[in-house]
């Protein structure tokens, strides 16, 4: 007999229970009026060595009922909690580093922000992107016009996680109950710096020093106990999780937490150093050509980057900032999430997606780019690569529905994690459960679940043949090319085929 029916019992007897008994003490404080004076709790346990974990509880069982079933857990939580208007605790909170000479480019702290799940043994650290500067006169601009990127000041004490950040289980289905870490992006050197603040620059590039620092801090509220730790990051921190993911991993090891897994998760970070379309006045940070900025960059900040990668490409380390130049001497397990039509590539590489329709060497350049971009991923065991026009996915609230093959973003991330702990016991990979997943249409949005294109000039909604006529695509002459009726060509691309 299958044991599925007695775990999805258990499990639900369990949160039932739990949900009742907080639901039941909700209702005792609303019943009364007034607040009872509270009586002193007992301090939290402490979880050390191999001690059973409260939570999460292991789903496995009920996982491809899982959306069902997380869906009657969210309707019984609601009908049985009085109190479910008031917000419940889910924010993070501002923590600065213990270790005050490891700052932000202006000097002020810097720091993270940290919700704590008590019961679980999982961490995701979080890398904020945001781009770059690479000398005095740009990081001066970039101090005028964004200065959050480069100061403490001012950032609020609490932070709502969204995406894989978000504690709700609707929204992030296999981490939802972890600790989660967002450590904000104020030192403008895609999280490669080790260098303080000079007469000569003006500012500390200290991105590399700000992780080592958190993960130290960290290591006092729970992480000394965690069995995996996931560091994340979109755009340049995406990038930064390539640079600084076995450096963290050597950190633990050297500090004696042998038994932490460390994991990457980089999304949309994995630029090309290709040619641009047309060569332009390089006046800023976007103007110049990938290579010429990370050149300059490594320089200005002090950058560091992975040792092996160092030694490959020595004398010329700025190599080690493209994803697929550094990623084969990356030790630790990477997974790799990377639209193939990412608009900040295209930005770098002078392809305007706005105003006039694009030329035909444009659109000839975009197609090439998503080849270029399959090319360098075909090697990477663990990827997610939609036919997307975009840029970020991990903490949109959207990352649940963009699907690669039929299978989602969340559910490949899952496979991955069970992967990686049925290999540690020398088991096959789970069947049905996919790690490798890109796209082989061949144009921006023909994957039908690509997120929603706007018209950046009035709001509206575009369907994908508006949007590849909005960039000029000739429907006619593209049909022509295939060898196949205009008609035809058109439902295909209605459907993402």
């Not at 899982?66 to 969210?74: E, I």
């Not at 399959?374 to 997307?388: E, G, H, I, S, Y």
Request: proline residues 6%.
């Amino acid at each position: 007999m299958s044991k599925m029916p007695a775990v999805r019992l258990a499990s639900s007897s369990l949160l039932l229970l739990v949900l009742m008994q907080s639901g039941a003490l909700c209702a005792r404080r609303f019943r009364g009026g007034r607040n009872p004076q509270p009586r002193r709790a007992p301090p939290p346990p402490t979880y050390r060595g191999d001690t059973t974990e409260s939570f999460p509880l292991d789903f496995t069982a009920v996982e491809e009922n899982m959306d069902n079933f997380m869906t009657q857990v969210k309707n019984l939580a609601q009908s049985l909690y009085p109190c479910s208007a008031q917000k419940l605790d889910y924010d993070m909170k501002l923590n600065f580093l213990e270790n005050t000479s490891v700052t932000c480019n202006d000097g002020s702290s810097a720091g993270y922000y940290l919700k704590e799940s008590r019961g679980s043994r999982r961490w995701l650290i979080f890398l904020e992107g945001g781009w770059y500067c690479f000398n005095k006169e740009n990081c001066d601009s970039r101090y005028d016009t964004m200065r959050r990127l480069m100061s403490s000041s001012k950032w609020p004490q609490t932070k709502t996680g969204t995406g894989i950040l978000s504690p709700l289980p609707e929204e992030n289905p296999h981490w939802w109950n972890a600790n989660m870490v967002f450590i904000p992006y104020c030192s403008s050197d895609v999280w490669s710096g080790a260098a303080a603040k000079t007469e000569q620059s003006g500012y500390a590039f200290m991105g590399s020093l700000i992780i080592q620092e958190v993960v130290k801090d960290l290591l006092s509220k729970g992480l000394d106990t965690a069995k995996v730790l996931l560091l994340a990051g979109s755009s340049a921190g995406g990038t930064g999780v390539l640079l600084n993911v076995d450096r963290v991993a050597d950190l633990l090891e050297g500090l004696g937490h042998t038994g932490i897994q460390v994991r990457g998760l980089s999304d949309s970070g994995w630029f090309l150093d290709n040619k641009q379309y047309h060569c332009t006045d390089c006046v800023d940070a976007v103007g110049f050509a990938p290579t010429e900025t990370i050149k300059r960059g490594i320089k200005y900040w002090g950058g560091m980057v992975p040792e092996k990668c160092k030694q490959i490409h020595e004398g010329e380390e700025w190599n080690c900032f493209f994803g697929y130049r550094v990623f084969p001497s990356i030790k630790s397990p990477v997974f790799v999430v990377q639209w193939l039509f990412d608009e900040a590539q295209l930005t770098v590489d002078n392809i305007q997606l706005t105003g006039q329709p694009v030329q035909e060497g444009q659109w000839r350049y975009i197609q090439n780019l998503g080849i270029e971009l399959r090319n360098t991923l075909k090697d990477v065991p663990a990827m997610f690569a939609p036919a997307c026009l975009s840029h970020e996915v991990i903490t949109r609230n959207y990352w649940i529905d963009v699907q690669v093959k039929g299978t989602s973003l969340p559910r490949a991330l899952h496979c991955w994690d069970r992967s990686l702990h049925d290999n540690r016991n020398n088991k096959a990979p789970p069947k049905g459960c996919p790690v490798h997943l890109i796209d082989s249409c061949p144009w921006p949005h023909c994957n039908p679940t690509c997120p929603t294109i706007r018209d950046q000039f009035t709001g509206q909604e575009m369907s994908v043949i508006q949007f590849l006529m909005h960039m000029g695509f000739d429907v006619q002459k593209m049909a022509q090319q295939q060898g196949m009726d205009p008609s035809k060509l058109l439902g295909m691309l209605s459907s993402g085929s």
